[in-house]
Each structure stands twice: as structure tokens, then as C-alpha cells.
């Protein structure tokens, strides 16, 4: 719900095959100096009948046409996994087109853009193919990707959101002027605490590297101390 007394607008972006419904009890969590803005991305949740974008690219421009009213006030990005690309990128371009920056960026449970994938594109895939790769990022429950109905719904925007990651071609611009942390998980078999460190080249301000118990998704598991880690850093601007 809107808040029209909070000091700081927090900006949330989900992960791949999220909608904004990721971050439902995260106001909870929050001070009421904080408004947690969740965006919810063409596809799924409230813009289900939206066809998902395939290019980081369209993306970030369908974001910031959404948001820019919302930019009134001291806000913050928090991306995790694919929305860690996503913000970034959007961070860079209202740069570029606004002269407009958050105040923190905090990036969540993704390499670096700078440092090249390991591991093969999944989203040229066949289904069957390709929702194996999926339950291997341990992201689903087991018993929902055995849902034919259910992954007939919510496929094209899993492809799509793997589309946007393993087309995004990262380019080198100058460092951000506004601070970044990044957030991992101890036990992410996927995005290691190196990886996550690559993150601080992009910022000419300060960098904080904090890890948590947990996998891929420890947004779920570590999610009070996460948030608290959040807050904290947002209330010292």
C-alpha cells in the first residue's frame, strides 16, 4: 500500500519466473520510514495477460516509463538473481536519460555481468529439456514442475526470463555514484562470493560484500536478516 509518510521508496525486483507477489511479507519486515515497492514484470502476477519481454534491454525501459513517477523521494534497488541484472541496468540507463541514481543498490544472488557464464543457455531448449535444467536450480517446488497445468501457464515466462539472461550482453560504462552491496548465499552452488565481489568495480562509492545461511534462495530463508541488513544501510543515507 502507498505510503505517503515513508522517507524511502525501496524498489524490489524479482527472479527469474517471480512476480512481485515474491516480496508480499517483506512490508512487515520494513520500518514505516521505508515503502517497499515490489515490481512486477509483463507475464505473470497482476500483468498476466501480458506477453513477458525477452531483452533486458525492454525490460528496463518498461520498468523506468512505470516507475519514474515514483522517483520523487530517496529511493533504492534490490534486485535478486535475474532482477540484479535487471536494476543494474536500469541504475545505468535512468543515469543516462535522467541524471537520476538511487541511493543504494544492493544486488542479490548474480555474478557480476563482467564475469562470462560457465554453463551452456538453457532457453533454446526443448520443454522437457528445459524444465529439467530449471528443477536443477532447486528454485520450484518438485511437485509443480510435475504440474502439466501449471507449468503450461508459467513456461513461456520462465523461457522468456532465461531469454532476457543469456542474451544480456553486459558494456562497460563508467562506475555508479552511488553505493552497492551484494548478497549471497553460503550454500549457492550457482553464484559464488567471488563473483559476487566482481560487483565492486562498479561503484565509486562504497562496497559491501554480506554472505547468509542458504542456497539460491536465501531471500526466503534468511529473509528478516536480509531485510534488516537492507534497512540498515538504507537509513544511513
Not at 45 to 74: C, M, Q
Request: hydrophobic share 40%; proline share 9%; charged share 20%.
Amino acid at each position: 500500500m502507498p505510503n505517503p509518510l515513508a522517507e524511502y521508496r525501496l524498489f524490489c525486483f524479482p527472479y527469474a519466473g517471480g512476480s512481485a507477489g515474491v516480496f508480499r511479507a517483506w512490508q512487515r519486515y520494513l520500518p514505516q520510514n521505508i515503502e517497499l515497492c515490489p515490481i512486477e514484470l509483463p507475464g505473470r502476477g497482476t500483468r498476466f495477460s501480458e506477453a513477458p519481454l525477452t531483452s533486458i534491454e525492454e525490460l528496463v525501459k518498461a520498468i523506468a516509463y512505470g516507475i519514474l513517477p515514483l522517483l520523487d523521494r530517496p529511493f533504492a534497488f534490490f534486485g535478486h538473481s535475474m532482477g540484479a541484472w535487471v536494476s543494474f541496468e536500469l541504475t545505468r540507463w535512468l543515469r543516462q536519460e535522467y541524471n537520476l541514481q538511487p541511493i543504494h543498490l544492493f544486488l542479490s544472488a548474480r555474478r557480476a555481468p563482467q564475469i562470462p557464464a560457465l554453463v551452456p543457455p538453457i532457453h533454446v531448449l526443448p520443454d522437457a529439456e528445459f524444465i529439467e535444467q530449471i528443477r536443477l536450480y532447486n528454485g520450484m517446488n518438485p511437485a509443480l514442475l510435475e504440474d502439466a497445468e501449471f507449468m503450461e501457464l508459467i513456461l513461456p515466462v520462465l523461457r522468456a526470463d532465461f531469454t532476457v539472461l543469456e542474451t544480456y550482453t553486459y558494456r562497460q560504462q563508467k562506475p555508479l555514484e552511488c553505493p552497492i552491496t551484494a548478497f549471497g548465499g553460503w550454500q549457492d552452488g550457482d553464484t559464488s562470493g567471488e563473483s559476487l565481489q566482481a560487483w565492486q568495480i562498479h561503484s565509486n562509492r562504497s562496497f559491501l560484500l554480506q554472505m547468509f545461511p542458504g542456497d539460491h534462495f536465501f531471500l526466503d530463508s534468511a529473509r528478516p536478516s536480509l531485510i534488516s541488513a537492507i534497512t540498515e544501510q538504507i537509513n544511513r543515507q
